[in-house]
């Protein structure tokens, strides 16, 4: 073996070391990218660069997740027995005028993910990304949509299907997206990388954990920028809607649901300041309080709201609820029973046959 002198390596060793060293920096590079990657919007990271620059709304429904969980087997039977009579369908149709609407069964999906924003005229431009839990091909939508007729549009090294009032495209053999035109789409195809994230978004992402059930991220500080200027612009009146509520108090709000054996609901409010962050447990308080003066509601209303907490930290107030499905079914029907009961006490008497 070569004699190691103070202050050298052994022969080989140098390169050794150098091409160890490349590595280490290699992994933390790379933990790095996966970390910020995965920790951007949780579980829903690999389908965020299918949505449009600066959402004002971003939204997660775990179609597959929800459907095999025990709380939704329990409310769908409980609850399609109490509604039957009030529902225009039976639960199969429901299920089929789904899958013709999106154009994949409703086995077959496994995640629906809306992200998109409010223009300034109200209109709304969404892109709706469905991922399967099996490949889909361009064929079998079509063959479910046969009341439009379809013409193919190139975008990049996609193809897109559009109507006159919808376009649709399948960039990977288990991602379906939906969109108002073929327009949207190529903004998106052929954008280099992931969409723009405005602060206020950016915000809600940190609090928001898209694996579960239903997660929903509304960024407030652009859409009431929005809703501003469309209430100034439009309309017989014209005027500034913040010089009469302070809009900016909220810059975004999460809403997380998970079903499981009980179903949670975890609220979050991103605001402006500290103050805002606890006036928002303030109003948050004082809604519990009137719901619990509600004497419409049952006494699972009540027991739901036993489980309420609220809690600030920082510049953020986040409130929890926890029910169990034979709670929400109790207070669904009777509710349903009070209403009904309410509404018979305040018919007004027909016209008089005299």
């Not at 951007?40 to 775990?62: A, F, K, V």
Request: hydrophobic residues 40%; positive net charge; glycine residues 6%.
């Amino acid at each position: 073996a070569a004699p190691m002198s103070a202050g050298k390596l052994p022969r080989g060793w140098s390169r050794a070391v150098m091409i160890s060293g490349l590595a280490g920096v290699c992994v933390v590079v790379v933990g790095l990218a996966y970390w910020l990657f995965s920790s951007w919007g949780g579980s829903l990271s690999r389908d965020l660069q299918y949505l449009p620059d600066n959402c004002h709304i971003i939204g997660s429904l775990r179609i597959e997740q929800i459907r095999t969980s025990p709380s939704w087997n329990y409310l769908k039977t409980e609850l399609s027995k109490e509604l039957a009579k009030d529902l225009p369908m039976e639960t199969d149709q429901f299920s089929s005028l789904v899958e013709n609407l999106i154009g994949v069964p409703v086995d077959q999906v496994a995640q629906v993910i809306v992200g998109g924003t409010l223009g300034s005229d109200m209109t709304p431009d969404l892109v709706v990304v469905i991922r399967t839990n099996k490949p889909v091909t361009t064929s079998q939508i079509e063959g479910r949509k046969k009341e439009l007729s379809f013409q193919k549009v190139s975008v990049g090294k996609h193809t897109v299907y559009a109507a006159s009032d919808v376009a649709f495209c399948v960039p990977e053999q288990q991602v379906v997206l939906w969109a108002k035109s073929a327009d949207t789409f190529k903004k998106i195809l052929e954008r280099t990388g992931r969409p723009q994230i405005s602060d206020g978004m950016q915000q809600a992402l940190k609090q928001i954990d898209f694996s579960q059930s239903l997660a929903l991220a509304i960024n407030y500080k652009d859409l009431g920028a929005v809703l501003a200027q469309a209430a100034k612009s439009t309309g017989p009146v014209m005027f500034d809607v913040n010089e009469i509520f302070d809009f900016n108090w909220s810059l975004a709000t999460t809403y997380q649901i998970q079903l499981d054996k009980t179903i949670s609901l975890v609220s979050t409010a991103i605001c402006r300041d500290k103050e805002a962050a606890r006036e928002s447990k303030v109003l948050a308080d004082a809604m519990l309080v009137l719901l619990k003066r509600l004497k419409i509601f049952s006494k699972e209303l009540q027991d739901i709201l036993a489980s309420y907490e609220c809690n600030v930290s920082g510049t953020t107030a986040t409130m929890k609820l926890t029910a169990t499905p034979e709670q929400l079914v109790g207070l669904v029907k009777n509710t349903k029973t009070k209403i009904d009961e309410l509404r018979n006490r305040i018919q007004l008497p027909g016209p008089n046959p005299g």
